[in-house]
């Protein structure tokens, strides 16, 4: 059988982070690992208009930024339905700054709720182990402009 391009699609992604809500528990024991929830939203302009975002390089949107979600999607099954996500969230706020939190994972991309592992991270969140899911929280079809919301849970 002819093998079919499955890797048509490599998107290099530079997300715009914002909104971000962090919850984290008081000081873990020494043995304990602690438990980190934190909800950001990425501002994705999927288009290939000027403020594309889905590009190498592109334009910071002008919300309130915590980071950027740095990586590729990559269609990985024949129908094209799956993908496979490696992001990487470098936070640039104030009380991660510079630390980073590493996503991985293969999800049917028009599910509602796509979850994904976290499969590592760096400085405050070394160790890092958890989940993400990622919901379409805004879609503007006609500038491609949408908001997604990340979920992520981890113990580090
Ligand atoms: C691109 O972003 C600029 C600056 O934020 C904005 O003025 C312009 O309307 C945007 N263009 C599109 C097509 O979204
Ligand atoms: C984050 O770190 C960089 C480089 O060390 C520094 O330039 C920047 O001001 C820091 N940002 C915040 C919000 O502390
Ligand atoms: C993500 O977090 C928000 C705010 O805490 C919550 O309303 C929403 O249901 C969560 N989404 C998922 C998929 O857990």
């Known amino acids: 059988m002819e093998p079919k391009t499955s890797f048509s699609l490599v998107i ?4 715009s982070i914002s909104m971000a809500k962090f919850s984290i528990p008081a000081k ?3 043995n304990e ?12 302009y999927a288009s290939s208009g000027p403020n594309s975002t889905t ?3 592109g334009p910071d949107p002008k ?4 980071g950027r979600g740095q990586g590729i999607t990559v269609t990985a099954c ?3 339905l799956n993908v496979y996500v490696s992001l990487l969230i470098v936070f640039t706020n104030e009380a991660y700054n510079g630390s980073t939190i590493q996503i991985q994972g293969n999800n049917n991309q028009l599910k509602v709720i796509r979850e994904y592992g976290v499969v590592s991270g760096t400085s405050k969140f070394r160790y890092a182990k958890g989940y ?8 503007d079809p006609s500038t ?13």
Request: aromatic share 14%.
């Open 12 to 15: 290099l992604v530079i997300l």
């Open 28 to 30: 873990a024991d020494h």
């Open 33 to 44: 690992h602690k438990e980190t929830k934190i909800s950001v939203y990425f501002h994705d």
């Open 55 to 57: 590009l190498p390089v």
């Open 63 to 66: 919300s309130a930024s915590v």
């Open 78 to 80: 024949l129908d094209g």
């Open 132 to 139: 993400a899911t990622f919901e379409n929280y805004f879609f």
């Open 144 to 156: 491609s402009y949408s908001i997604i919301r990340c979920n992520i849970s981890i113990r580090h």
